[in-house]
């Protein structure tokens, strides 16, 4: 099992400020990465995939990088709605696994 | 639009079974492999298990293999989990979710909560 560790668990921020999260794997899955927000009792919604790709709808502030083991997930000018879990999946092995997930809150 | 609906979760003793249903709508849902992820309470995210979009290929984690089983009605448009010897780890919100072709998942379910204690 392809183990996913996310840095750091919390991150605290002022808004407007830039953050930068970061996912890393245990063996390399090349840029099979995912980025999924998830807000206090919803449903997580994918961010981005192909470790970089934005999803549809998604602003232009969030950006993402990386290959093999290490990615990061780079907010740019966080706003309120912003502040929220965000997990990094991998789809490169089986089982498919996430990271612990990082919280983005307001400093 | 793309919608996917959980039901069936609830609370359950240790040893009991319970089958959570997704409703699904918006998609070619026959064609779409789907999976169940969960999140303990406080918790990451974790997959479950998956089913092709015909049915004919499960696939199932260690934690819940033997337990657990994935099925789905296209008929219906509906996927399914049944849950058997359920234990307290298993206490979750259960979503369903559609695999994307290369991988991540794509959309997500409200997810249905499953409480597992005496």
């Known amino acids: 099992e392809i183990v996913m560790t996310q840095s750091p668990d919390t991150l605290s921020v002022s808004p407007g400020e830039r953050a930068i999260l970061s996912c890393r794997t245990s063996?390399?899955?090349?840029?099979?990465l995912a980025w999924y927000q998830q807000k206090p009792g919803q449903a997580p919604r994918l961010l981005l995939y192909?470790?970089?790709t934005r999803a549809t709808g998604v602003p232009a502030r969030f950006s993402g990088s990386g290959f093999g083991t290490e990615f990061t997930l780079t907010i740019s000018s966080l706003q309120s709605e912003d502040f929220a879990l965000y997990h990094c999946?991998?789809?490169?092995?089986?089982?498919?696994?996430f990271g612990q997930g990082t919280k983005v809150e307001i400093k | 639009e793309v919608l996917l609906v959980e039901s069936g979760g609830g609370l359950v003793q240790p040893g009991e079974s319970l089958r959570l249903s997704c409703s699904a709508s918006?998609?070619?849902?026959?064609?779409?492999?789907m999976h169940w992820v969960r999140q303990a309470p406080g918790k990451g995210l974790k997959y479950i298990s998956g089913?092709?979009?015909?049915?004919?290929?499960?696939h199932y984690t260690d934690s819940v293999q033997g337990r657990f089983t994935i099925s789905r009605d296209n008929s219906k448009n509906t996927l399914y989990l049944q849950m058997s010897s359920l234990r307290v780890e298993d206490t979750a919100v259960y979503y369903c979710?559609?695999?994307?072709?290369?991988?991540?998942?794509?959309?997500w379910g409200q997810g249905s909560l499953v409480t597992v204690s005496s």
């Open positions: 089913i092709t979009g015909d049915g004919g290929t499960t």
């Open positions: 918006g998609f070619t849902f026959s064609s779409s492999t």
């Open positions: 999946q991998q789809y490169e092995g089986w089982p498919r696994t």
């Open positions: 192909g470790a970089s």
């Open positions: 063996q390399t899955i090349y840029n099979n």
């Open positions: 979710v559609i695999r994307h072709t290369i991988g991540y998942y794509e959309h």
